[in-house]
């Protein structure tokens, strides 16, 4: 693999735990009030809100296995690229 796709798959492996980070921060701070009104108003997001967070130990656990194995892919394929780039420097 090139060092430019390796940085390129680092790249799309980052942006994939910010968003299981951003997707559990929303739901676990969104006020349920809020969501129950926009699901009155007709807002099929926020039907699927509510039906994601009624559970919410199994919903946190989802993401923050997405997180822990996005972050052991980054620190793999990080590492690996890193030490490619500095390999004539060390």
Same mark, same amino acid.
């Given at each position: 693999?090139?060092?430019?796709?390796?940085?390129?798959?680092?790249?799309?492996?980052?942006?994939?735990?910010?968003? $299981?980070? =951003? /997707?559990?921060?929303?739901? !676990? *701070?969104?006020?349920?009030?809020? @969501?129950?009104? %926009?699901?009155? &108003?007709?807002?099929?997001?926020?039907?699927?809100?509510?039906?994601?967070?009624?559970?919410?130990?199994? $919903?946190? =656990? /989802?993401?923050?296995?997405? !997180? *822990?194995?996005?972050?052991?892919? @980054?620190?793999? %394929?990080?590492? &690996?690229?890193?030490?490619?780039?500095?390999?004539?420097?060390?």
């Amino acid at each position: 693999m090139t060092i430019l796709l390796e940085l390129v798959a680092v790249g799309v492996l980052i942006l994939l735990n910010a968003f $299981f980070v =951003a /997707a559990e921060y929303g739901l !676990v *701070t969104a006020r349920r009030t809020r @969501i129950v009104e %926009l699901q009155h &108003q007709g807002n099929r997001r926020a039907r699927d809100a509510l039906r994601i967070t009624a559970d919410p130990p199994r $919903f946190i =656990a /989802a993401m923050q296995l997405g !997180v *822990t194995l996005t972050s052991l892919g @980054i620190g793999a %394929l990080g590492e &690996q690229t890193l030490a490619h780039l500095f390999d004539d420097f060390l």
